[in-house]
């Protein structure tokens, strides 16, 4: 079974940056999309952006314009940029491999003045 491992997570103020990673235990991202989701106090889960295989990633409407998501395939590791967090970006952020139900353990991210 494919393992993913979350980091990069941590506290930053109103406007900073942080990149978060997302490192599987082999190669997956290749071959298979790869999404970002977060655990906030108000949803359980919200979809943050999809990266294809082959393609443009996509992102919810909030995070448009902020975020990017880029891979390193010899390192099998994806990268969510985020830039201009706002406390409403505070949440336990994971990646997950959709068409295989794979999940990391989440990296917290917390956004405060």
């Known amino acids: 079974q494919v393992q993913l491992v979350e980091s990069g997570g941590g506290s930053v103020q109103p406007g900073g940056s942080l990149t978060l990673s997302c490192a599987a235990s082999?190669?997956?991202?290749?071959?298979?999309?790869m999404a970002w989701y977060r655990r906030t106090p108000q949803k359980e889960r919200e979809w943050v952006g999809t990266?294809?295989?082959?393609?443009?990633?996509r992102f919810g409407t909030a995070e448009k314009g902020r975020f990017t998501i880029s891979t390193n395939t010899a390192r099998n590791t994806v990268f969510l940029q985020m830039k201009n967090l706002q406390p409403e970006d505070t949440g336990v952020y994971y990646c997950?491999?959709?068409?295989?139900?794979?999940w990391g353990q989440g990296t917290q991210v917390t956004v405060s003045a």
């Open positions: 997950n491999v959709p068409s295989r139900d794979i």
């Open positions: 082999e190669s997956i991202f290749s071959t298979y999309a």
């Open positions: 990266q294809p295989p082959n393609g443009l990633s």
